[in-house]
């Protein structure tokens, strides 16, 4: 991602099929939120993160 401004963010992330996997809010300060995704399989997702600054989806894959 591009620098985000300090704030809270929603954090979603979905199957392929649509169905939401994880979902949490965070608040970011140092530019880095570390996420534990190990109950997800391998395999392509879609992560979203929403605030104020806007919203911003991206391609997420998962290596086990």
Do not use: C
């Not at 979603?12 to 530019?31: T, W």
């Amino acid at each position: 991602f591009t620098s985000m401004p300090a704030g809270q963010y929603d954090i979603e992330i979905f199957s392929p099929d649509g169905k939401a996997v994880y979902r949490s809010k965070h608040q970011l300060n140092n530019d880095k939120i570390n996420l534990d995704l190990n109950h997800l399989s391998g395999g392509l997702y879609l992560l979203k993160v929403s605030g104020d600054a806007g919203t911003v989806s991206r391609k997420l894959i998962i290596e086990n």
